[in-house]
Nanobody, 123 residues
Framework: QERLVESGGGLVQAGGSLRLSCAASGRTFSLYEMGWFRQAPGKEREFVAAISWNGGSTFYSDSVKGRFTISGHNAKNTVYLQMNGLKPEDTAVYYC????????????????WGQGTQVTVSS
């Protein structure tokens, strides 16, 4: 059974850092593109970052560019999201997702989703 499991969330003060992890299991995700999304209370889920299956290409939303870094994968079924300079507006449930390679529209059409991990940034 396909499974994505996130970890690493928690409570941090503004300006602090957290590193999220996503472990994929149950099928060969090695060639899948993987992404991070988040959903804050009362808001729609939004794209955060994505990485190609070989780790060679990364993509970010404007709101996190320069502060967050997606890494890992390279056919190893594990991706990370290093979050630095956290702001209260980054507070959300963060989800890991995976999809077959599309090489475009990095914020869309993900097939597999994790259960999410809570990130709370206090001011």
């Amino acid at each position: 059974q396909e499974r994505l499991v996130e970890s690493g969330g928690g409570l941090v003060q503004a300006g602090g850092s957290l590193r999220l992890s996503c472990a994929a299991s149950g099928r060969t995700f090695s060639l899948y593109e993987m992404g991070w999304f988040r959903q804050a209370p009362g808001k729609e889920r939004e794209f955060v970052a994505a990485i190609s299956w070989n780790g060679g290409s990364t993509f970010y939303s404007d709101s996190v560019k320069g502060r967050f870094t997606i890494s890992g994968h390279n056919a190893k079924n594990t991706v990370y999201l290093q979050m630095n300079g956290l702001k209260p507006e980054d507070t959300a449930v963060y989800y890991c997702a995976a999809r077959r390679p599309r090489y475009s529209d990095w914020a869309k059409e993900y097939t597999y989703w994790g259960q999410g991990t809570q990130v709370t940034v206090s001011s």
